[in-house]
């Protein structure tokens, strides 16, 4: 029982992180093209949309990582194994992207044909860019994070000075 609660709670730090990182980046470009587009009204259900798709992707990620996805690049040098595992995590997203799009599209009377073809390629083209440019940074951690353990990554990044001996060994 106690292991269980402690792979929840694990579980739980991992998706608040990955959905935090996320919620970042994706608040950002809605800030970006808001300001961009010229647009001078704050459209909160754009942010509520960006922070709504940074949890689902985190969890996404999650369930990708639970079907090992892109585990056999693991032995290979880590800025090959976390592009890789960018690319193929994005890959994943744009095909929830797609069925998310198909099943808007059905939910208001559109046929499976008429709903893959009012699909906005471009758009869901974009949109992986830019969660290919976030997840390279989050992956290279992650990565990180696996090769260093999670003690010490932590110890790195979140506590002050440098790590003890005994922490390195």
Known sequence: MRDIKQKVIHEGQEFAGISLYL????????AYSTVLLGKFH???????????NALVIAKVILIGEYAHLGKKQEGRRLVVSALH?????????????????????LVHGDT???????????ILICRSLVVFCTFIPLFAF?????VLGEDNFR?????????????AD
């Open 23 to 30: 919620a970042f980046f994706f608040c950002a470009v809605v």
């Open 42 to 52: 704050v459209s909160y259900f754009s942010y509520g949309s960006a922070l709504i």
């Open 85 to 105: 595992k960018a690319a193929l995590f994005t890959l994943l997203v744009f095909a929830f992207h797609v069925v998310e799009e198909v099943i808007k599209q």
């Open 112 to 122: 499976i044909a008429s709903a893959f073809h009012q699909i906005r390629v471009d």
């Open 142 to 146: 992650r990565e990180l994070q696996r």
């Open 155 to 167: 110890s790195l990044f979140f506590r002050t000075g440098t790590m003890s001996k005994s922490n």
